[in-house]
């Protein structure tokens, strides 16, 4: 079974562009979550989608916002990035969303010039 | 305001000896605590998880305790293992809300 994937896997940006993240989950896992990981912070929730619909929501500002697909396959958007936005972002993609049935991607790397 | 942390960045730990690994939390509605690995350039994996009805959890080699009096969990490896080098993530859950809220890692080095 093919695991999940992230696309891209490196990103440079500047100060002001956006960017969109893409994940693709495991097949027939309808959960996908979202989290921000930068050094000595663990990994920040962002959001979780389950069935195309947000269903839990973490403590970041409007800039960042996703969408998931009929297919299950996630995106994420962070518009007008800053500097604070580098980090490694990681999708993670479960059968219903249980906390210990999260499966993560390897991330994409996004650093904000 | 971390809920839960992990004081210790990092820890080095002989071939074939004990790691402990330590978790404190803040929040008192936690009631379900999971460990975490993660290798460079890999996304965490899923390790070990205790629900709070319990204070010890087993798997082979992996041994997590949970004290609820002092908001404490502890992961134990035995005995340690070159392929256990990784950082380590404790995490938390609250309720049917499945969002947890992760430590910000310890990073275990096994030496040889």
């Known amino acids: 079974k093919a695991g999940v994937t992230q696309t891209p896997r490196y990103l440079i940006k500047t100060r002001g562009q956006q960017v969109t993240l893409s994940c693709s989950p495991i097949s027939g896992h309808r959960s996908v979550s979202w989290y921000q990981q930068t050094p000595g912070q663990g990994l920040q929730f962002l959001f979780e989608y389950f069935s195309e619909t947000q269903r839990n929501k973490g403590n970041f500002p409007g800039r960042f916002s996703g969408r998931q697909f009929s297919n299950s396959r996630s995106e994420m958007n962070v518009s007008t990035l800053e500097l604070g936005d580098s980090a490694l972002y990681l999708c993670?993609?479960?059968?219903?969303?249980?906390?210990?049935?999260?499966?993560f991607g390897p991330g994409t790397r996004l650093t904000v010039l | 305001d971390q809920q839960v942390k992990q004081n210790s960045p990092s820890l080095s730990v002989q071939e074939g000896r004990i790691s402990i690994l330590n978790c404190d939390y803040t929040n008192s509605m936690f009631d379900y605590f999971l460990w975490y690995k993660k290798y460079p350039a890999e996304g965490p994996t899923f390790l070990i998880s205790?629900?709070?009805i319990k204070d010890k959890n087993e798997d082979g080699r992996f041994t997590v305790f949970l004290n609820k009096s002092a908001k404490h969990l502890s992961l134990h490896i035995v005995p340690s293992q070159p392929g256990d080098s990784a950082v380590y993530f404790c995490a938390a859950s609250a309720g049917s809300n499945y969002q947890l809220i992760w430590g910000a890692g310890t990073k275990l080095i096994i030496k040889p």
């Open positions: 993670a993609s479960s059968w219903a969303g249980g906390p210990d049935t999260q499966y």
């Open positions: 205790i629900s709070s």
